[in-house]
């Protein structure tokens, strides 16, 4: 205190006002400090609602990505059924045109009977292959053995390939 006694007037301003210089430019840097800090907290903000939309946007693109493979994988599976209904439209033709046409049905009446009684009947012809020819459409019917056939069984007469007309 004694030293204060010394300053005049004017020391004393001066010591005031450089107190308050050093107040004002602490309170302006702490200001300052404030406002970056601010921005800081601002640009972190605005970045991650940049990264939420990133990730939003990601996240649609892979559903549309999952759509679209789903909507690919359904036109497969259409299309592959479609091939499949040609397929079997196909395949139903072609048992269709390789199945045996019958001309006839025939009913055996007598024990006496035989297979190539019934070639000689349909076919004019009693060889082993006429008889042959409706013993295999009527193997079913018939049996294993085609020299027993029964009164009362009914025999399909297939027509005759071409290449034994």
């Known amino acids: 205190m004694a030293e204060e006694k010394k300053k005049g007037l004017f020391g004393k301003a001066i010591d005031a006002l450089t107190t308050r210089d050093e107040k004002e430019a602490a309170?302006?840097?702490q200001q300052a400090a404030q406002a970056a800090?601010?921005?800081a907290a601002a640009a972190q903000q605005r970045a991650q609602e940049a990264e939420r939309k990133i990730a939003e946007a990601?996240?649609?693109a892979k559903q549309l990505e999952a759509e679209l493979k789903a909507k690919e994988n359904q036109e497969k599976a259409h299309k592959l059924l479609e091939e499949m209904r040609a397929r079997d439209a196909q395949m139903a033709a072609a048992a269709a045109a390789a199945a045996p046409k019958f001309i006839a049905e025939y009913e055996v009446k007598g024990w006496d009977e035989t297979l190539s009684h019934v070639a000689l009947k349909y076919y004019k012809n009693a060889t082993r292959p006429y008889w042959m020819l409706i013993y295999e459409a009527n193997k079913a019917?018939?049996?294993d053995n085609p020299n027993i056939i029964k009164p009362g069984m009914v025999l399909k007469i297939p027509e005759l390939p071409a290449d034994m007309k």
């Open 37 to 39: 800090q601010d921005q």
């Open 58 to 60: 990601e996240a649609k």
């Open 27 to 29: 309170e302006k840097a």
């Open 141 to 143: 019917v018939i049996g």
